[in-house]
């Protein structure tokens, strides 16, 4: 079996607003995570597209620069999509998107890959959003495993009964599942987050994980429950720290054996595997919000850290 990634879903330009100043930056939640992997030493193909524009080429530059290998059909769109996010004094930011997508199986190369991520705006909009059902359910036949964080965005995908079904059919399909509790609290309102999580592992996700922002995260896996604290110490932005968390976690299960034919070993993960793999992954997250923007870890940078 390959070691491959495969990373399916949108890459979009970033404009970031702070106060009268905007910037331009290659993003998007599955580039990021691809990116992460990338940075990290590992092999990655990135199944998403963008338009024969100046921002096209900024993104596909950015990409190959970490290493992500992209799909020939890459550069296929009208237009290259983007996300206008505008920084609050606290750090957070908030979201306007102007979006194209659409993505197929035939447009993914035929290799083995270890571990399929999808996620994000790419896995709900069509005409997308099909493609990226018939990619994952062909590559878990393969053999691939399967990870998924549905990170949220309303200002795109209407309310949630228009992505629940969709999210939830991604989600039966999935090993690791990885969302926000604030991702939970607008899917499932009047629901409890524990009640949400247990309903994922029912649906048959081996992981599931809640980022908890400044409060660090929760995951399950087994008969294990695991808390564990942020390590972000100094918050430049938080954009790109959920992907950054994802990529790190990935990798970190990868490294154990945990994706691809090992994903059937997920539902007796150890205690000890399971937190050196989450705070492997808070690690990447704590050293991209302390940076502007999506800018995830080398591993030259972790190395360093010890």
Known sequence: MSESFLVVGEALTDCVIRGDVTTETPGGSPLNVAIGIGRLGHDVVLAARVGPDSRGQAITEHARHSGVVLI???SGLDRT???SATIADDGSASYVFDLLWDVTPAMVPSQPFAHVHIGSIGATLEPGSSGVVQIVTEQRAAGASISYDPNVRPSIMGSPDDV?????????LSHIVKASDEDIEWLYPGHSEDEVLASWREAGAALVIMTKGAEGVIAHAGAHTVSRPTMATDVEDTIG???SFMAGLLV???RRGFVGEGAARLSAIDADDLEASIDFALQCAAITVSRVGANPPYQEELVALG
Do not use: F, H, N, Y
Request: aromatic share 0%; hydrophobic share 45%.
């Open 72 to 74: 020939d059909d890459v």
């Open 81 to 83: 999509s983007s996300a």
């Open 164 to 172: 629940r079904e969709r999210i939830e059919e991604l989600i039966a």
């Open 241 to 243: 720290a959920g992907d």
């Open 252 to 254: 970190a299960l990868q």
